[in-house]
């Protein structure tokens, strides 16, 4: 695989397709990695060390651990209202 980095918070991945999947943070204090895909539109995906993806509309809060579902609505808050029915 190749990767590009070209900031602290973005890494650019490298696909046989050659559109590259695009991993960043919102801050670079989260833990939480986004990716984007312009391959893709409206799945929001995100993941916490880039190997384990979780669908945010379909996997949140039900896929994530304890503590997984900490830090995401600790670092989302507007998500985390968002699905607050969600148990």
Same mark, same amino acid.
């Given at each position: 695989?190749?990767?590009?980095?070209?900031?602290?918070?973005?890494?650019?991945?490298?696909?046989?397709?050659?559109?590259?999947?695009?991993?960043?943070?919102? /801050? %670079?204090?989260?833990? &939480?990695?986004? =990716?984007?895909? $312009?391959?893709?539109?409206?799945?929001?995906?995100?993941?916490?060390?880039?190997?384990?993806?979780?669908?945010?509309?379909?996997?949140?809060?039900?896929?994530?651990? /304890? %503590?997984?579902?900490? &830090?995401?609505? =600790?670092?989302? $808050?507007?998500?985390?209202?968002?699905?607050?029915?969600?148990?």
């Amino acid at each position: 695989m190749n990767v590009l980095k070209l900031q602290e918070n973005v890494i650019y991945e490298k696909r046989s397709s050659a559109v590259p999947n695009i991993w960043y943070k919102n /801050k %670079e204090t989260d833990t &939480i990695w986004w =990716k984007d895909d $312009p391959t893709v539109i409206g799945v929001w995906i995100f993941s916490f060390d880039k190997t384990t993806e979780f669908n945010m509309f379909h996997d949140y809060p039900y896929k994530l651990t /304890k %503590e997984q579902k900490q &830090i995401f609505d =600790k670092e989302n $808050p507007q998500w985390a209202d968002f699905f607050k029915d969600r148990k």
